[in-house]
């Protein structure tokens, strides 16, 4: 049974950092590209970095250059470091494969997420 466990987010000032874990049991990071979301109040969710089972990673242009995400397959832990926080980084963040995972042909499954507060 997949599950996905997002935590390290709080509330920061502007121009500080926070480092985001997920902890993903019963997914195979070998063979899946994982992904770490947000979605901010009012807006979609959208997809700001990836890391491909080999290693390779994608940015969304709003996030490159200030967030890095990292693996670790023995732990099977995403992460998220996240410097340089702007006001519009606030969001809950979430981690799930990319593309999201399926928890049937209706729906993806998705964790709790953790809430990102970035004051100005």
């Known amino acids: 049974q997949v599950q996905l466990v997002e935590s390290g987010g709080g509330l920061v000032q502007a121009g500080g950092s926070l480092r985001l874990s997920c902890a993903a049991s019963?997914?195979?990071?070998?063979?899946?590209?994982m992904g770490w979301y947000r979605q901010a109040p009012g807006k979609q969710r959208e997809l700001v970095a990836s890391?491909?089972?080999?290693?390779?990673?994608n940015y969304a242009d709003s996030v490159k250059g200030r967030f890095t995400i990292s693996k670790d397959n023995a732990k099977n832990t995403v992460y998220l470091q996240m410097n340089t926080l702007k006001p519009e980084d606030t969001a809950v963040y979430y981690c799930?494969?990319?593309?999201?995972?399926?928890?049937?042909?209706?729906?993806?499954?998705w964790g709790q997420g953790t809430l990102v507060t970035v004051s100005s």
């Open positions: 019963g997914i195979i990071f070998n063979l899946n590209t």
């Open positions: 799930n494969t990319d593309p999201p995972w399926r928890r049937d042909r209706d729906r993806e499954l």
């Open positions: 890391i491909r089972s080999r290693g390779s990673t």
